[in-house]
Each structure stands twice: as structure tokens, then as C-alpha cells.
């Protein structure tokens, strides 16, 4: 094999880094590997033009490694329009571990991937995302204070998971009021898909305002428990999103509004948890701005957790981080009449936004 063969060969293997679209400019990427703890670990730093990159870490059995170094890379991005639309003076970043957290994740890996954040001198703080717990962020605070959500006893902020849920709620309201004229959620049909600790939360708050919520979910188990201790209807049927609802909640993974799903989907309104909802935001966000879909933007409805945990770097209480978390609702409102008056989709409306308020801080800090 000749030399420019070779250089072409490593050149092709570097491509999908830095010539993939979520890479989007990332400002740094660290591949984190331990041979004895069995840790693979990929930390993405998007902008730290606010502050340092705060996001959560996930832990996930990914299909394979590129599918890991897209999730981050997207995560990160989203990470940094959510603390910048919020107002909060923090980056984009987020991580995310290769593994079964239920078989693979034990205490020497977290301490081991706290070393690794440590390394990064406060650049990244990390928090807990899917397949982690608090008790988590409290094996990692052992070797490193750049994380955030430990435990309450620890002088955390605890679990974000339930304020996440509160600012979902908030947004989806909002929605409701856009579309229908009034944020009562009582008798709207509710599809809630992912049932995980925010998912249970949300199920909580519309419930209780008397919402017809319909729970779907890979974990049967949770399913039943969930049902049983709401009244939530659980989804038996093969295709959810042909369904007819007012409200289509995704709060699992990402990009469930895709080319295979968006011209099924019968809901009024997007608003969830998940982040990154929809598989390409420019496509799929102007296909439901010409089917009427209101879509409340993934990162702005779901930034309740990161208020919770930036109340440890800045010593607010509870209140403070309850206020901050329901101005989510009038957030979405400006966001919605701004696009709608526009004629643009909300996802680019709400993206501009976080984007002008990155570009007024650099300017000032030049």
C-alpha cells in the first residue's frame, strides 16, 4: 500500500468527526478508555462561551462506537441553546459511557470516569442523565467537585428528574394554550412515551390536572407500576404514533419525529422530555410547521434539570430554582408567537435566540 493510499485511508476514517453535522463546531471531544474498570467513555465540550459545558452523563449499550460519538455530539449542542435560552451562565457539554448500565456500571468505573472529568480542570462539569442515579454523581464527587445533582445530604441540589418534569409540564401547557386558547390539560388525550424517573413525574403533574394519559414504555414492569399507582392507561397497540391524541410526549430517546413516523403522527402538540426529538431539525421542524404541529422545542421545555443542578454552583434555594423553572411556560409563549409571526419553525426560533445571546457575550468579551 503507497503512502498517499494510506493518508487517504486515515483521512476517510477522520471524516464522519469532523465533517458530520453534529459536530457543529464542538470546541473539544475526549475519548476516555480504562482497560481495568472497562470504561469507554466519549466527553463532548460544544461552547463555553457562557461558562463551562454543563451536561449530564448517560450511560447507554450503544449499537457501536459511532453511534455513541453522535449521541454526545448532539447532546452537547443541545446542551449549550438550553443553558443560553434559559439565561444561565454555563456551556454546552455532555458525556456519554458505552455499557448496560444494569450489568456494566459499578463504583470503580464512575470514580475512574470522575478522574477523567477531573483532568479537564472544570472545562466540563458533568450530572446524571439516563442510566444514572444520584448516588452516581456521589461516587464521582469523590475524585472530582465538577459534578453536579449529588445527593441532598451531600449539599446537592438532589435528583433533577422532578423538575425536569415540572418545566416539561410548563412548556406543554404553554403549547396547549397556543394552539387551543387555554393551558387546561383536563380530558386532553396525553401520550407519554418513556416512563423513566421523568417520564413518571410528568405522568404525576397530568393526572393530577385530569388529563386522558396514555403510558408506553420497553419496560413492562414499570408499565404496570406506573399504571397502577396513576390511573394511566397503558398503550398495547404496534404503531403509537397513528394514533389518535392531542399531545405526543417523546420522553425517552431521541428522533422518534423522523421520515418514518412524522406524516403518521395525529397529536397538536409535541412537548417532552427527550432530547433532540426530531432526527433533522431543519426538515422535520418545517414538515410540522406546514402540518399545524405545534412542536414545543426539545431544550427549552426540558431545562428544568439543568436549572436544578446550576442552583449547586450558585447557592439558590428551592423556590429560586421552582421560579426559574416556571418561566419555562412564558419562555415557550414568546417562542411560539415569534415563529408563528416570523413564519419561521420553532425549533429555528428558539435556536436563534440561544444563539444571539452566545454571540452578544462573545462580542463583549472581545
Not at 477531573?118 to 469523590?142: C, F, N, Q
Not at 385530569?210 to 404496570?224: F, M, Q, T, Y
Not at 423522523?258 to 397529536?267: M, R, V
Not at 414545543?296 to 434555594?317: M, T
Request: proline fraction near 2%; include cysteine; glycine fraction near 10%.
Amino acid at each position: 500500500m503507497t503512502l498517499d493510499v494510506i493518508k487517504a485511508a486515515e483521512i476517510k476514517k477522520a471524516d464522519p468527526v469532523f465533517g458530520q453535522l453534529s459536530f457543529d463546531n464542538h470546541e473539544q471531544v475526549v475519548f476516555c478508555n480504562d482497560k481495568d474498570t472497562g470504561l469507554k467513555a466519549i466527553i463532548g465540550i460544544h461552547n463555553t462561551v457562557l461558562g463551562p459545558a454543563l451536561g449530564g452523563t448517560r450511560m447507554w449499550n450503544y449499537a457501536n462506537e459511532w453511534e455513541a460519538l453522535n449521541d454526545v455530539l448532539r447532546l452537547s449542542r443541545g446542551m449549550t441553546f438550553k443553558a443560553a435560552i434559559t439565561g444561565l451562565n454555563l456551556g454546552g457539554g455532555k458525556a456519554v459511557i458505552i455499557g448496560d448500565a444494569k450489568t456494566q456500571k459499578t463504583p470503580e468505573l464512575m470514580k475512574k470516569f470522575g478522574e477523567f472529568v477531573h483532568s479537564l480542570s472544570g472545562k466540563y462539569i458533568t450530572a446524571e442523565d439516563v442510566g444514572m442515579e444520584t448516588a452516581d454523581m456521589d461516587l464521582v464527587r469523590e475524585v472530582t467537585p465538577y459534578v453536579t445533582g449529588i445527593s441532598e445530604d451531600k449539599g446537592g441540589a438532589g435528583n433533577p428528574s422532578p423538575i425536569t418534569a415540572y418545566g416539561v409540564y410548563m412548556g406543554m401547557k404553554a403549547a396547549a394554550k397556543f394552539k387551543f386558547g387555554s393551558d387546561i390539560l383536563e380530558d386532553k388525550i396525553v401520550y407519554v412515551q418513556g416512563i423513566g424517573h421523568v417520564g413518571e413525574s410528568l405522568v404525576e403533574h397530568l393526572t393530577n390536572e385530569g388529563a386522558k394519559v396514555v403510558i408506553a414504555d420497553i419496560n413492562p414492569e414499570r408499565l404496570s407500576e406506573v399504571s397502577q399507582k396513576y390511573g394511566a392507561t397503558i398503550y398495547t397497540g404496534n404503531d403509537i404514533y397513528s394514533e389518535k391524541m392531542d399531545i405526543y410526549s417523546p420522553c425517552a430517546l431521541g428522533a422518534t419525529i423522523n421520515d418514518e413516523t412524522i406524516y403518521k403522527l395525529k397529536a397538536q402538540i409535541i412537548a417532552g422530555a427527550a432530547n433532540n426529538q426530531l432526527a433533522t431539525e431543519d426538515k422535520h421542524g418545517a414538515i410540522l410547521q406546514e402540518r399545524g404541529v405545534v412542536y414545543a422545542p426539545d431544550f427549552l421545555i426540558n431545562a428544568g434539570g439543568i436549572i436544578n443542578v446550576y442552583a449547586e454552583l450558585e447557592g439558590y434555594d428551592k423556590q429560586e430554582i421552582m421560579r426559574k423553572t416556571e418561566n419555562i411556560y412564558n419562555t415557550t409563549i414568546e417562542i411560539l408567537e415569534s415563529a408563528a409571526k416570523n413564519g419561521i419553525t420553532t425549533n429555528h426560533a428558539a435556536v436563534n435566540i440561544a444563539k444571539n445571546r452566545i454571540e452578544e457575550r462573545k462580542k463583549a468579551n472581545s
